[in-house]
Structure formats: C-alpha cells, structure tokens
C-alpha cells in the first residue's frame, strides 16, 4: 500500500506566530510529502498562494532548474473548502526544502526546521516497529536517498567527479567518527575490498549519518558553497557537531556501535526468501485437522 494517511495526520498546523497556518501532507512511497502550495502559503502571507506557485514555477523552470518541478508529484489531499480529496502539487522534505530556498521569507528557517522535524518523524516510528535486520534495510534505502540529495547539493559547490564525492565523504566521516575516513571505517570493520560501510551499520549507526547527510544538504544549500574546498569543510563541521550532540546526549560514538553479522545485501537476500515462502502454500499445513 503505498500511502497510509489518517485524517489525525493528514493536515498539521504550523504555527507563525500569529493565527497559524495549516499544512495538508500525504504518506506516499515510504516518505511525507507536503502540499506546496501551503507551505508557499506560510511563507508569503500571500491571499493566492496557488498563484504565487504557478509564477514561481515559471522562474523555477526559466533558471534551468526544472527537475525541482519532475521531483514534485501530483498527490491528492483533502481541500479545507469543500473536504473533498483533488489532486495538488506535493513534494518530500527534501524537494520542499529546496523550494523553500526559492522564496525570500523570514519564515524560511523555520519552516525548514520544522519540515525536517515532521519529515523523519514518521521514518522513525515505522522503524521503531520493526526487527532490527528490518530496520537496518529502511534506513539503508533512505541513507541512500540521502546520498544522492547530498551529491546534488555537493555538485553546486564544484564537486563533480567520483573522486571529489569520495573526498567530500570522508570529510563528513572525519567530523563524525572522530578523525576515521571511509576506509579506517571498513578496516575497523573488517570488511574485504569493494563492500560499503553503510551496508555494515547498525540501525543507530545508519541514524547519526542520515542526519549528518540530511544536515549538510540544507547546511550547503543554506551557505551557497561554491567550491570544492567550502564544501569539505562544511561536511566535517556538521559531522563533528553530529557527533558532539552524540556525547552530549550520552549516546555511544558511531565507531563504538557492533557491527552486525550480515550485510544488507545478505539481509536483502533473507527478506527476498522470506517474501517468496509466504507466498508458497504449505507442503505440510499445520492446520489441517488430525484424522
């Protein structure tokens, strides 16, 4: 199923400081995704939000930066005029903060933070529920997630090549392991050629780097980095403060966590089998009455 929406969770109110502004989102594909034209609506003040966005999304599109708007998706919410459900412009936490980033406003802060409050929420409570090895494979796919919003974002700063990211990483891993680079990790680790040490992290381990990754997205976008050299620096500072409010916290540094047993191709694996032998009727029903 791939939204799963109460009418309790369905529309939030943010509140402005004055009378508050409600903000429809959806559960859609394993992630939020907000109404943009109620969050160009807490941003502006403006009476005709909707029109705000269709000039916004002209400008958007007349700068080059048109797969801002392929990201966005046509969802539907209920409307606060009739209460019926019509389709509307929606977008992750990550596209709205972009989009954000396009409207001048003293609201932008704020409504940044809270986007990335509600945003993770629910990522955490689905993975609360689950098993560890289940955890562990949502997590992993929204690190990689992550990832690829990081990349973009590192891209405007001149980080281009395979080389570059690789560098632009371990800065990120420096601040957040305490001075380790990718391939301390692994060696840590014990891992052979070629594997991923996010493959290898545990659920509270994969956590501390989705938020250093999440983090110095909006850090980068924020500060308008636009060198390779800024870049780095800003990715080490927010991991070192990643890992500082760790300490604060009395959690335990990332480079103390376990490191599971199984990699999560080998847990992909297990989940890929356990998927097909509950499809597959039993050869031996245990429910069959004695005769």
Known sequence: MSEMNGDDQAILPFDDGSAGRLIRRVWHEGRWYFSVVDVIAVLTDSPVPRTYWAVLKKRIQEEGASQLLTDCKQLKMRSALDGKMYKTDAADTETMLRIVQSVPSPKAEPIKQWLAHEGARRLDEVAAQLPEGQQRLLLRGEMADRNRALA????????????????????????????????????????????????????????????????????????????????????????????????????????????????????????????????????????????
């Open 152 to 291: 973009d974002a590192a891209a405007d700063a001149g980080v281009i090549t395979s080389r570059d990211f690789a560098v632009f990483q371990d800065f990120g891993y420096m601040g957040l392991y305490g001075g380790e680079k990718a391939r301390d990790i692994a060696a840590r680790k014990g891992l052979a050629k070629g594997e991923k040490v996010l493959d290898w992290m545990n659920p509270e381990e994969l956590a501390s780097n989705i938020f250093r990754a999440a983090q110095t997205t909006a850090k980068l976008g924020r500060d308008g980095a636009d060198n390779k050299a800024d870049a780095n620096q800003t990715h080490f500072t927010v991991g070192r403060e990643v890992r500082e409010t760790i300490a604060r916290l009395g959690g335990t540094m990332p480079e103390d966590l376990p490191t599971p047993e199984q990699s999560i191709q080998q847990l992909e694996r297990a989940e890929q089998q356990r998927i097909v032998a509950e499809q597959q009727p039993a050869l031996f029903p245990s429910d069959l009455p004695d005769k």
